[in-house]
């Protein structure tokens, strides 16, 4: 398994704030993820972020608004810019450990006044 | 994109077996079948996954039917604990390793 950590674990925003989740791994690892889960709703992923190169972000999610950092391989983060409300959401980070499993951090909870 | 179909929800009764289906009928040879949990406020947790083989470990045991376009999640002897939305997913080993959510199957144990 992987122990995975996210900081903050929740926090609480004004509009047109923007804010940085940390999310750090306890051994290296080559792939990184970012998922979103809005309220009441599935998963969703955001990007892959691969130490070393540009993330690569899924349809409808654009660098501007979810820019990525991966400076190392245990460590990576997430900014939400310019929030709105509609970005309230849980926002996750996932690790693959060999090619067969993914491990999950434990969210950050954010809501956007 | 989810390429799974599962109940919304279901309930079981404390010390029972949870029998959770799920439907994939375009899967791919070499696609294998992945269950995750979400205990209410936590990140997922993996459980199982398997490619065509029956797959048991220390939290629960799958069966993937001979034609694999259907897969049941067994879970032995439920606690109260295992409240969760249970989640079905279909990915292959090669390439992309991003996981695909569906809305899950929302697993009630009762006492």
């Known amino acids: 398994s992987a122990v995975i950590s996210q900081k903050p674990s929740r926090d609480i925003c004004q509009r047109g704030t923007s804010l940085t989740i940390q999310c750090q791994v306890d051994s290296q690892v080559t792939m990184m993820f970012w998922y979103r889960q809005q309220p009441g709703q599935s998963l969703t992923l955001i990007a892959t972020?691969?130490?070393?190169?540009?993330?690569?972000?899924e349809s409808g999610f654009v660098i501007d608004k979810f820019p990525i950092s991966r400076p190392n391989l245990t460590f990576s983060t997430l900014t939400v810019s310019n929030m709105s409300p509609e970005d309230s959401s849980i926002y996750l980070c996932?690790?693959?450990?060999?090619?067969?499993?993914?491990?999950f951090g434990p969210g950050t909870r954010l809501t956007v006044l | 994109d989810a390429k799974t179909t599962q109940p919304p929800s279901m309930d079981c009764a404390e010390g029972r077996a949870a029998n959770l289906p799920c439907n994939h009928s375009t899967i791919s040879g070499n696609e294998y079948v992945y269950w995750y949990r979400q205990i209410h406020s936590q990140g997922p947790q993996y459980i199982i996954h398997g490619l065509k083989n029956n797959e048991t470990n220390e939290m629960a045991s799958l069966i993937i039917t001979e034609d694999r376009k259907s897969s049941t999640l067994i879970l032995p002897h439920a606690t109260l604990r295992d409240t969760a939305v249970y989640y079905c997913i279909v990915r292959g080993i090669q390439g992309a390793q991003k996981l695909v959510f569906g809305q899950g199957t929302r697993l009630t144990i009762n006492p």
């Open positions: 996932s690790v693959s450990r060999g090619p067969d499993t993914q491990y």
């Open positions: 972020a691969n130490q070393g190169s540009e993330a690569t972000y």
